[in-house]
């Protein structure tokens, strides 16, 4: 099982940006993915952006490919999610998922292992 916490959450203005992090602990010694999701009220929690072990695959979904884009440092063990020229829809709590795997996969029953969420708010 591989523990995660996120952290880089906030208020910001459309049009600007935050980081977000995802610190992964426990059994890290195997190859995991890490993806991204989220969930705004009273809404399903969506797929965001995935990443495999050695970095070299990713995926997004449509609502933020070329605005967001994730990265890991496998040797700190974090995953992160830069994001850029947000808008209010991207409103949410963003939850990192981890799965020992070397695929990417995109839904959220594909994940075993999840954060506690960060808020991310966007002003108009």
């Known amino acids: 099982q591989v523990q995660l916490i996120e952290s880089g959450g906030g208020l910001v203005q459309a049009g600007g940006s935050l980081r977000l992090s995802c610190a992964a602990s426990?059994?890290?010694?195997?190859?995991?993915?890490v993806a991204w999701f989220r969930q705004a009220p009273d809404k399903a929690r969506e797929f965001v952006a995935a990443?495999?072990?050695?970095?070299?695959?990713?995926f997004y979904a449509d609502s933020v490919r070329g605005r967001f884009t994730i990265s890991r440092d496998n040797a700190k063990n974090t995953v992160h999610l830069q994001m850029r020229s947000l808008k209010p829809e991207d409103t949410a709590v963003y939850y990192c998922?981890?799965?020992?795997?070397?695929?990417?996969?995109?839904?959220?029953?594909?994940?075993?292992?999840w954060g506690q969420g960060t808020q991310v708010t966007v002003s108009s």
């Open positions: 426990g059994r890290t010694f195997r190859p995991y993915a």
């Open positions: 998922a981890a799965k020992d795997t070397v695929v990417l996969i995109t839904t959220t029953s594909g994940y075993r292992d």
């Open positions: 990443i495999t072990w050695g970095g070299g695959s990713t």
